[in-house]
């Protein structure tokens, strides 16, 4: 079993820029794929980006393309998600979660392990 602990959110003006990490604990990160989710008030959770166990392969949802980048140090157990250009739309709690399978995959249900989140609020 691996814990998750998020960290790095924040209040920015939009246009600004946030780096979130993921670290964990209990077990090495490296045996598995990694992704970012949001939830704002009122919706539900979604796909933000995702990346393989060695950082090969990443995915990206559509809104946020170009603007965001996943990566991953698997010497330091830890996972990033660097947020440019931010939006108001992206005000969301974030949180990280592990997934024991290979290909990086975009659904809630099939992530085993999920962190507290940290709240990104964008201001206009």
């Known amino acids: 079993q691996v814990q998750l602990v998020e960290s790095g959110g924040g209040l920015v003006q939009a246009g600004g820029s946030l780096r979130l990490s993921c670290a964990a604990s209990?077990?090495?990160?490296?045996?598995?794929?990694m992704g970012w989710f949001r939830q704002a008030p009122g919706k539900e959770r979604e796909f933000v980006a995702g990346i393989s166990r060695s950082g090969v392969s990443t995915r990206y949802a559509d809104s946020v393309k170009g603007r965001f980048t996943i990566s991953r140090d698997n010497a330091k157990n830890t996972v990033y998600l660097q947020m440019n250009s931010l939006k108001p739309e992206d005000t969301a709690v974030y949180s990280c979660a592990a997934d024991r399978n290979i290909v990086v995959v975009t659904t809630t249900h099939q992530y085993d392990y999920w962190g507290q989140g940290t709240q990104v609020t964008v201001s206009s």
């Open positions: 209990g077990r090495t990160l490296s045996v598995y794929t």
